[in-house]
């Protein structure tokens, strides 16, 4: 009788050890078939990535016939003269995009020396000042600028009849007035001061100068993203846009003011306008989204807006990695069968942490454990499950990257540079800048390559070029294009 009770016994537990097995094998199967549908919703066939870039040029011909005519605002930025390396002297620039801020001089050497000299110094800004007063704000900034401008060295200093020029680098939504004027709409980035709204943030600034007893004219108000298009003309004749991808992302570009029929001023003498295109805001039924991108844009902060830059920039690929993971935790038990409590935290998982998982070339993907150990406190991870995730950051980098070449393929259609003319070897250069784009290397790539994918023989005239620091000294090469003192006047 003992016998066939401990047979039975171990009968029994084979029996439980096979429905387990059943069981994970179940729970795995159902965890891979939430990784290949979500897959499945992010493709970017060459056809579908061409159905985006037709829409953002019919997005941009709309938006530039009429204020709120698409969803891409295509800010006129009357920066209508971008640098030619000419310029000379020494200019100013004041980069102002968040907690901190810059101030930056630069010495212009002409043609022949370029950037002679450039300095610069950051600043934080004390958080009882971003929801202070307008007033207590920009007298800050401007006692630090006077500070700066106090550091000049001999024989850099001014001639007394002529003014120093500064360009101003606002990142925050503006409505520009004039090359140097524009009220702000609100402020972003953990901002909050009511008496700024609606005012000119130029004005603001040009009376706190005033106030702390130093003489600058601010002669250009500009983004960071069209500082990036006039660093990359100052070396390069050829570059005809600028991209930023980083935390967010946004698109600008040289555009012939007569193809702007929203535009009722007289025309520039350049023939050519900047226009700001804000694409972080476009939106197409062509864009491969899904369940987990609709979901963080209802919970985000600005639900239905910037629904390209939530599937492209830096700022949510973590985020949408953590909640296709978080599903395959809930419903299939990928992380055993309790889900773990940090991965229920919404933006715990960034893009450079998805960044260093995707880059991992070691065989036990070594990387991959270390992170879900430090960031979501995971200690148990198999090698197969850590395959699973980098599959799954390639997946989300793979369509962001893909849809990002998709839209500068759109801007080329739009100013006539995506076919080769007969005879013609038109160079078009595009300047790029961002965090995400300088430092996740497998997106560049990937962004890259699909730009030849798509373009054909006529990539061979487009060129990609890395445009570092845009928003500083950007500021200050536009200032200088757009001095009050004409070249004669230049000592």
Known sequence: MGKVAVGAAVVCAAALVVRHRMKSSGKWAQALSILREFEEKCGTPISKLKQVADAMTVEMHAGLASEGGSKLKMIISYVDNLPTGDEKGLFYALDLGGTNFRVLRVHLGGKEHRVVKQEFEEVSIPPHLMTGSSDALFDFIA???????????????????????????????????????????????????????????????????????????????????????????????????????????????????????????????????????????????????????????????????????????????????????????????FFGDTVPAKLKIPFILRTPHMSAMHHDTSPDLKIVATKLKDILEISNSSLKMRKVIVELCDIVASRGARLSAAGIVGILKKTGRDAVKDGEKQKSVVSLDGGLYEHYTKFRTCMEDTLVEMLGDVSNNIVIEHSNDGSGIGAALLAASHSQYTEADES
């Open 143 to 333: 006692s630090a600028l006077a500070k700066f401008v106090a550091t000049e060295s001999d024989g850099l200093h001014f001639s007394p009849d002529r003014q120093r020029e500064l360009g101003f680098t606002f990142s925050f939504p503006v409505r520009q007035t004039s090359i140097s004027s524009g009220t702000l709409i609100k402020w972003t980035k953990g901002f909050s001061i009511d008496d700024t709204v609606g005012q000119d943030v130029v004005g603001e600034l040009t009376k706190a100068m005033e106030r702390v007893g130093l003489d600058m004219r601010v002669t250009a108000l500009v983004n960071d993203t069209i500082g990036t298009l006039a660093g990359g003309r100052y070396y390069n004749p050829d570059v005809v846009a600028a991209v930023i991808l980083g935390t967010g992302t946004n698109a600008a570009y040289v555009e012939r003011a007569h193809a702007i029929p929203k535009w009722h001023g007289l025309l520039p003498k350049s023939g050519d306008m900047v226009i700001n295109m804000e694409w972080g805001n476009f939106r197409s039924s062509h864009l491969p989204l899904t369940e987990y991108d609709e979901a963080l844009d209802a919970e985000s902060l600005n639900p239905g807006e910037q629904i390209f830059e939530k599937i492209i920039s830096g700022m949510y690929l973590g985020e949408i990695v953590r909640r296709v993971l978080l599903k395959m935790a809930e419903e299939a038990a």
